[in-house]
């Protein structure tokens, strides 16, 4: 059995031990010991190979630069097939490994019904719990699951390349709505300015519409302006609602998913037996009488 | 299993490290790769940090003799005794015998197929659902021979 209440109690105290043991346990589905409460983050997303880890590399940098604590939680896809994962963020954040004031931790999404990764919450919660200052979300932004995994976190950042295709890609996948910051990174390669210009001119420009910043992980340009931006940074409410929303939308789906009935709705839907209005209603009806 | 594979020195060799790393993920796994040149106290630190249940160490500089035991002893310092260590690359048999005392329970040289690494980790998971020793720390003498 384990007892996330004295973990928690010595992971506040520093101990690293207790804080990787009480993170598994929450991953595993561990019931928090913590109240639902504060713990704010910072959702870094974008397609594959645009430079989100490198850029998280040098961010930490900065933060450390300036005294301050950092915890990264780093999503990556498991394979549907084997259930397997390869998790290779971390070794872009060159620096993570040997500061006391850096906790980086890899996570698979482990194919939850409808991509929904409750223990993000808690796990935030805790890390925000035990001091961590800066607590950030990596997770690969492309298609709908891994939109859904960034709504969990309070200010979204969007990572894109110099190469337009990138660009399209994420307009696809409707994550540029909640960005509330994009981010061309590989700004020392050509194409990246016009890839900014042409990414601001797409938005529509009111006040609400993000910023775009141009950067390098390799050369280091831009990193201060986007630390310095985002400590001023405020998601708009409309933007909230629409992760609020999304955090719903992808919890009302993984009980959906889960409902023991669901399969036999499904073949009495094929058989003809019943229609797709009276498989709902039955779907209302049990989540009623479940609940009394 | 969540295990970290993991490059220790300055060794710039890392193209078997990859094939494992995906070999392993293929396998089920979840993998974190930590990179190349990483040192003892920042492999001990990924491994404490990740919750990992095991650890592979690839090295073929011929530096294996003064750095997998250095990792070998920090674990245990931090606790970490249940943490599964095994190793591959270039690893002469003269050096294997030693290592396997300081706990290290396979050693995979040039040429080993993925399903033996595979098949030495089914062993693993059957050891420590029957609670016989198999972590760095848990002393006991065993170790896979293929
Ligand atoms: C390709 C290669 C290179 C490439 C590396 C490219 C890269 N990014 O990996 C380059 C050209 C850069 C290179 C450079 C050097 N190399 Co070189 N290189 C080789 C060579 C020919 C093949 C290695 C290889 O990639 N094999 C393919 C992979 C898939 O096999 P593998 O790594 O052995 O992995 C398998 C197993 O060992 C095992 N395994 C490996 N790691 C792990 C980890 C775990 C957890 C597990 C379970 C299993 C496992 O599983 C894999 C699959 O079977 C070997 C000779 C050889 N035949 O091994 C020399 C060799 C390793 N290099 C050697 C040397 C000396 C060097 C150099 C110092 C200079 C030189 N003389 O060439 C530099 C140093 C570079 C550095 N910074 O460290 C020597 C090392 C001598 C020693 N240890 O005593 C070797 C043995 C050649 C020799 N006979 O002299 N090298
Ligand atoms: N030229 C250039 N390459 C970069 C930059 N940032 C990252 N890369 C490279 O892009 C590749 C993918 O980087 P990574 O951080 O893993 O991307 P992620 O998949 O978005 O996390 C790596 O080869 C990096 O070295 C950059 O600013 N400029
Ligand atoms: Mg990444």
Not at chain 1, 195 to 216: G, H, M, T, Y
Not at chain 1, 256 to 284: P, T, W, Y
Request: proline residues 4%.
């Amino acid at each position: 059995m384990v007892d996330a209440a004295n973990l928690l109690e010595e992971a506040r105290q520093g101990n690293r031990r207790s804080l990787a043991k009480l993170l598994t346990y929450l991953e595993e589905g561990g019931k928090s010991p913590l109240e639902y409460g504060r713990g704010k983050s910072l959702g870094i997303t974008g397609p594959p190979g645009v430079g989100k880890s490198s850029l998280i590399g040098k961010l930490i940098d900065e933060w450390l630069n300036l005294g301050e604590t950092v915890a990264v939680l780093a999503v990556d896809p498991s394979s549907p097939i084997s259930g397997g994962a390869l998790l290779g963020d971390r070794m872009r954040m060159v620096n993570a490994d040997s500061s006391d004031s850096v906790f980086v931790r890899s996570l698979a999404t482990r194919n939850h019904p409808g991509g929904l990764m409750n223990c993000l919450t808690p796990m935030i919660e805790v890390l925000s719990e035990c001091g961590w200052e800066n607590i950030v979300i990596e997770t690969v932004g492309s298609g709908q699951s891994e939109t859904r995994v960034v709504a969990f976190a309070d200010i979204v950042v969007l990572v894109d390349g110099p190469d337009r295709g990138d660009i399209i890609q994420a307009e696809k996948s409707g994550i540029i709505e909640m960005a509330d910051l994009i981010v061309i990174n590989k700004s020392d390669l050509k194409n990246a300015q016009k890839a900014a210009d042409s990414i601001r001119s797409a938005l529509s420009f009111n006040e609400e519409s993000p910023k775009v910043f141009l950067s390098s992980a390799h050369t280091g340009e831009g990193i201060k302006e986007i630390i310095n931006e985002l400590k001023i940074l405020q998601s708009p409410l409309i933007r909230n609602r629409m992760r609020v929303r999304e955090r719903l939308i992808s919890a009302w789906d993984s009980v959906l998913l889960e409902s023991e009935s669901l399969e036999i709705l499904i073949s009495e839907i094929e058989d003809g037996k019943i229609s797709i209005s009276e498989a709902i209603e039955m779907i209302r009806n049990h989540n009623k009488t479940s609940k009394s | 299993m969540r295990i970290v594979i993991a490059k220790p020195g300055l060794d710039g060799h890392d193209r078997g490290a990859k094939v494992i790393a995906r070999a392993l993920r293929d396998g089920g796994n979840e993998v974190i790769y930590t990179g190349l040149r990483r040192t003892p106290e920042e492999i001990v630190r990924i491994v404490n940090d990740e919750d990992a249940d095991a650890l592979g160490l690839s090295t073929l500089s011929g530096a294996h003799d003064v750095l997998i035991p250095k990792v070998s002893t920090l674990l245990r310092q931090e606790g970490l005794n249940h943490v599964v260590v095994f190793a591959g690359g270039i690893i002469p048999m003269d050096d294997r015998e030693d290592l396997y005392n300081k706990g290290i329970r396979a050693i995979f040289g040039p040429g080993s197929t993925t399903s033996e690494i595979l098949d030495f980790l089914e062993v693993v998971v059957e050891r420590k659902v029957r609670n016989k020793p198999v972590g760095i720390g848990e002393e006991s003498g065993w170790c896979w021979d293929g």
